[in-house]
């Protein structure tokens, strides 16, 4: 997994890659601002333990993991890319599955957690989920209530 938080350049960030069969599926997960998307991280290191490259990073990265995500998918390493977002992390998400759609790439998963702005799906996804806090939750307290369908979601259960 690679973890990069604002204020770090991407050298010096805490990177743990998950050894995954040529061919497979990466998680990215976008923070929303100040890295303040609670559960998310934990999430992005439980897909990790279950098997799925996992990238977890700030939402200010998604233009750099688009082309990551462009590379590996032409260099065959990755062959399915899923993209988790909150706050402004989902409406980075949204753009990053738009770059990937302007490549060619496509996406397997876009998932949006109360995004600000737009996070309307491009054509290239295969599978959309937008969630937004139900009534009694807030902005942060929903993520814990959508963790079961998240993975559920990512897992492809």
Do not use: W
Request: hydrophobic content about 40%; overall charge positive; some cysteine.
């Amino acid at each position: 997994m690679c973890i990069v938080f604002p204020g770090t350049s991407h050298a010096q960030s805490t990177h743990r890659y998950a050894a995954h069969a040529r061919g497979g599926t990466h998680l990215y997960v976008l923070l929303g601002l100040g890295n303040n998307s609670p559960g998310l991280a934990e999430f992005g290191d439980r897909m990790q333990r279950a098997g799925v490259g996992t990238t977890v990073a700030n939402h200010s990265y998604g233009p750099l993991l688009a082309q990551e995500a462009i590379a590996e998918y032409r260099s065959g390493r990755t062959s399915s890319i899923k993209i988790v977002g909150h706050s402004l992390g989902g409406s980075a998400a949204a753009r990053m599955a738009a770059a990937l759609a302007r490549a060619g790439v496509p996406v397997q998963l876009l998932v949006t957690l109360d995004p600000v702005g737009g996070s309307a799906p491009s054509s290239n996804v295969r599978r959309y989920a937008n969630f937004v806090p139900r009534t009694g939750e807030d902005h942060f307290t929903m993520i814990a209530g959508r963790m079961p369908e998240l993975y559920a979601y990512v897992l492809g259960r």
